[in-house]
């Protein structure tokens, strides 16, 4: 049985260590898919105005939350509606982030029902 040496996998571990960047991760959620596009498409160009790289949009899957309800009160145990709530998720990722570029991003007005999350 070969066992590779401990100097080939620290470097390897080495490698990993330069190949990391700093990332700003950007997830946006909201109920109306075009609403959210558009919310996309204006932090997209934000970014790139400001001269940042940006990853993105990769759509997350959509959370669908099915609620069951009576139509009658009583009687009629099998008469039943249906309603359903899908949030749509998009993730944005900025590599190298400047503080003009996060600045003009906090700075940013965007649509109501659109939530944002920042993680550096």
Do not use: W
């Amino acid at each position: 049985m070969y066992m590779p040496a401990k100097t080939a996998s620290t470097t390897t571990g080495a490698s990993k260590a330069a190949n990391t960047q700093a990332r700003l991760r950007i997830k946006i959620s909201a109920y109306d898919h075009k609403v959210i596009d558009t919310s996309c498409r204006q932090i997209i160009d934000t970014v790139i105005r400001q001269g940042g790289e940006v990853i993105g949009p990769v759509p997350l899957p959509t959370e669908i939350r099915k609620y069951t309800v009576n139509r009658s009160s009583f009687v009629h145990k099998d008469a039943r509606e249906q309603f359903e709530m899908r949030t749509h998720k998009r993730l944005i990722d900025i590599v190298n982030p400047t503080p003009k570029s996060i600045e003009a991003l906090t700075s940013l007005n965007l649509p109501a029902g659109v939530d944002i999350e920042m993680k550096m």
